[in-house]
């Protein structure tokens, strides 16, 4: 049997005190979408924060296709082919909407800062291309009538397909998405939807979601991890989930 793409193994995340994640172990496959869910303060972000090395766990281990990434650094971990996007929109307001997808290529350049500003044959090639990926990107996302825009010139909807369109950017294997339909209304949450869907099928890309629409959660996902005060109370499909009684209690009581 082939390893899991992502492994997370007695993840313990600590803060003077504060245990927000307790020794939390679950697995993820290649071209699966995975879902975290769990009530506000269930320990889902800082899940995220500890995978993309935003947060140096207190102890357990991160394993994404074998290799050990625990605790590196965010930029080695972008390398390594694991984007975000994040709660609260995270686009850069002063750049037009092609440069925000521009943000997404650097790490996948070779030249350095002396040949950029030199504007070398090898950097002028790269912005070649990452443009041309921009535009490809822009019109998959079918965005190309935005891109001399700035992101507050566009709905809410439209700058959260931005923010994922900068993930694909970074050539990523696996994106997480924290709350990608938070504020969207229902037409735009189908628009996300397939569009998750769709780049999963013709793309090869992973998915994990950090979601409280429930029912999207239930539509999307192949397995779902549910959290409750840092401790992992459900693993499994979207049909075992929601008939699991830990997970009903969490979320309506006993």
Same mark, same amino acid.
């Given at each position: 049997m082939s390893s899991p793409m992502l492994e997370v193994t007695e993840l313990l995340m600590q803060f003077q005190g504060l245990t927000a994640l307790d020794r939390v172990s679950f697995s993820m496959d290649e071209g699966s979408i995975t879902s975290l869910m769990g009530p506000n303060g269930a320990g889902k972000t800082t899940m995220f924060n500890c995978i993309t090395g935003m947060y140096t766990p207190t102890s357990g281990q991160v394993h994404f296709r074998t290799?050990?990434? *625990? +605790?590196?650094? +965010?930029? #080695?971990v972008s390398r390594h082919g694991i984007a975000r996007t994040f709660q609260n929109l995270a686009l850069f307001s002063g750049l037009s909407v092609i440069d925000n997808l521009l943000v997404g290529s650097y790490l996948q350049g070779s030249s350095g800062v002396l040949q950029g500003a030199f504007k070398s044959p090898q950097a002028r090639k790269e912005q070649a291309q990452s443009l041309e990926a921009a535009y490809t990107v822009l019109d998959y996302l079918g965005l190309t009538d935005t891109a001399k825009l700035l992101p507050g010139e566009l709905s809410y909807g439209r700058?959260?397909? @931005? #923010?994922?369109?900068? +993930? @694909? %950017?970074?050539?990523a294997? @696996?994106? @997480?998405?924290?709350?990608? %339909?938070?504020? %969207?209304?229902?037409?735009?949450?189908?628009? %996300? *939807?397939s569009l998750i869907k769709r780049v999963r099928r013709e793309m090869g890309v992973s998915f994990m979601l950090v979601e409280h629409d429930v029912p999207v959660i239930m539509d999307i996902s192949d397995k779902i991890v549910v959290l409750d005060f840092g401790k992992k109370i459900a693993e499994g499909t979207p049909s075992e989930v929601q008939n699991n009684p830990a997970v009903i209690a969490a979320y309506l009581g006993t």
């Open positions: 290799q050990d990434i *625990t +605790a590196r650094p +965010a930029y #080695e700058q959260k397909q @931005l #923010e994922f369109g900068r +993930a @694909l %950017m970074q050539k294997k @696996l994106v @997480l998405l924290d709350e990608p %339909m938070a504020g %969207m209304s229902s037409s735009e949450k189908d628009v %996300m *939807t």
